[in-house]
């Protein structure tokens, strides 16, 4: 199993930075894509920031300019810098990870989890 632990939320004003981190660990192999999603109670879950093995990133583009994917491929870790914060930014994020696990019992097999979300709250 793989699991994914998110720290770094939290309460700051409009304007403020936050920074998320968000830790892979369990049986895996190799992590491909990490990224963080965002959920506002009673709408769907929405994508902010994504990143590939080779660091290669994609942004949302209401974060753009703002935010900031990063991850040290070593810890297993991604990362979201989030800078310059709107009101309109406060959700629960969740990290997102897709890669390959190994098992004593059955070898390699795909992986794609998801941590526990954390609450970032923005205030105006």
């Known amino acids: 199993q793989v699991q994914l632990v998110e720290s770094g939320g939290g309460l700051v004003q409009a304007g403020g930075s936050l920074r998320l981190s968000c830790a892979a660990s369990?049986?895996?192999?190799?992590?491909?894509?990490m990224g963080w999603y965002r959920q506002v109670s009673g709408k769907q879950r929405e994508l902010v920031a994504h990143?590939?093995?080779?660091?290669?990133?994609n942004l949302a583009d209401s974060v753009k300019g703002r935010f900031t994917i990063s991850r040290d491929n070593a810890k297993n870790t991604v990362y979201l810098q989030m800078n310059s914060l709107k009101p309109e930014d406060t959700a629960v994020y969740y990290c997102?990870?897709?890669?390959?696990?190994?098992?004593?019992?059955?070898?390699?097999?795909?992986?794609?989890?998801w941590g526990q979300g954390t609450q970032v709250t923005v205030s105006s």
């Open positions: 990143i590939t093995s080779s660091g290669r990133t």
């Open positions: 369990g049986s895996i192999f190799s992590v491909n894509a």
């Open positions: 997102n990870a897709d890669g390959v696990a190994i098992s004593s019992h059955t070898g390699t097999f795909p992986f794609a989890s």
